[in-house]
């Protein structure tokens, strides 16, 4: 008699315990600008890096939406913004739920079946999904969308051990209550679910073609965002070099960019630039904030170092493009009070401090280039440098005045980004 009730104590233990990794990896996000970063990493980075040992796990790693690249189209800036709709819209159904189960507690109102619960069994699960489908589309990586479609398969064993332990406790008016409402949608929707796998007569069977359809559903939609995004992207190629614009409106820049780069790599100025090999170059505003991301290109740009990772956060969801266009100075003047525009110019990273250079117009631009290794024998650029098997090493950067071609500045840098080998967004 004691077998039963400890295996469904274990069974909800594994569960609640994959559901945990899933806010672990979502949130990986949140905890890289924080400064439990280095915690965070040296428990999870070497699980990255294994992943990317092997070409069969090596896109759980890689990224399905833009995270650094503001989103170029206007379907892929609708999926931004429904990210942060969905994770704000769940998180705020769950507190509402959570209260009324509580209280109902408390106040010993017996079975939960009033407000959300009038239309369903388990609002709450159903809130955490929502949040759950909204964090994987602010922080796209692969490994998130497993983790989550893991979860929702999890949400399903708990709901169920919940549900036997209320008929345990309340019987046939919770049973009733059971025949009239959905598990996680209304009941006429349940019902097309439950005529699809209506046919297949074994239970174990049925649960797991309705896990596999599950996890198909979920990365499946991951692949077609990925094509999606990378055929979205505008890559202005020459040689074996291939740029692509941070901001949608820098796209014009890169023809002109490009061949500029080109005069001063066939000279030899640019010394980290080899023929042999293949590169992509990100163009971005020089104090462009995410660029850590791409290359350790200075301290600035380390934001697991620096004091404003509530605002990052805060920003990241409410105001899921701008707080790309902000520069680290201006999150500094924020936090200071002081002129965002003077801050700005005080802490340009060409060390240009005039005082009727607009910073929104700026003609600087900081090209950072990326080495790409590959398995072909033939160049490749475009589309293909962004490939699930390429591998990705910064190599240097380089600051140009757009307006008259003149290269300012070449720097050459480590082959580590600001979060050293951690796997960081390519897009």
């Not at 293909?384 to 005045?401: E, K």
Request: with cysteine; hydrophobic share 45%.
């Amino acid at each position: 008699m004691k077998t039963k009730p400890i295996q469904q104590w274990t069974k909800s233990l594994i569960a609640r315990g994959g559901i945990i990794i899933f806010f672990i990896m979502a949130f990986e996000v949140a905890i890289m600008i924080s400064p439990f970063a280095f915690f965070f990493y040296s428990v999870f980075n070497p699980v990255f890096h294994w992943l990317n040992e092997y070409s069969a796990t090596r896109w759980l790693t890689h990224f399905f939406l833009p995270h650094m690249i503001l989103p170029p189209t206007m379907p892929l800036r609708i999926i931004r913004v429904t990210g942060s709709i969905l994770f704000v819209l769940g998180s705020l159904t769950f507190v509402i739920c959570a209260l009324q189960v509580y209280i109902g507690k408390i106040f010993q109102w017996g079975i939960a079946n009033k407000g959300l619960y009038r239309a369903i069994r388990h609002p709450q699960y159903l809130a955490l999904g929502i949040l759950g489908i909204g964090m994987a589309i602010l922080w796209p990586r692969f490994i998130v969308l497993v983790t989550l479609s893991i979860m929702i398969v999890l949400y399903y064993v708990l709901a169920k051990d919940e549900e036997r332990r209320m008929l345990r406790q309340y019987g046939e008016s919770y049973r009733e209550y059971m025949n009239k409402k959905g598990m996680f949608l209304p009941l006429s929707f349940e019902n097309l679910f439950s005529a699809y796998l209506g046919c297949i007569k074994s239970v174990m069977l049925r649960n797991t073609v309705a896990a596999l359809t599950v996890f198909l559903l979920v990365i499946g939609t991951g692949f077609i965002f990925r094509y999606v995004t990378l055929n979205s992207l505008h890559f202005e190629s020459k040689g074996n070099i291939s740029l692509v614009s941070i901001m949608p409106e820098d796209t014009a820049l890169c023809a002109k960019v490009l061949n500029d780069i080109a005069e001063y790599s066939n000279g030899g100025t640019i010394k980290f630039l080899r023929k042999d090999d293949d590169y992509l170059g990100y163009v971005m505003p020089v104090d462009y904030i995410m660029q850590g991301m791409i290359a350790d290109t200075g301290v600035e740009h380390h934001l697991q170092k620096q004091q404003h990772t509530f605002v990052l956060i805060t920003d990241w969801v409410l105001h899921p493009f701008r707080h790309l266009r902000q520069p680290p100075s201006a999150y500094m003047a924020k936090m200071h009070n002081v002129d965002p525009s003077l801050a700005r110019r005080h802490h340009c990273p060409l060390s240009i401090d005039k005082a009727d250079l607009k910073c929104d117009e700026c003609p600087y631009r900081r090209i950072i280039i990326v080495e790409i290794s590959h398995s072909s024998n033939m160049h490749i650029v475009g589309t293909g440098l962004l490939s699930l098997n390429a591998t990705r090493t910064p190599v240097g950067y380089i600051d140009i005045d757009i307006e008259t071609g003149e290269i300012v500045n070449i720097e050459k840098v480590g082959a580590e980004t600001a979060w050293k080998d951690v796997p960081t967004p390519a897009i």
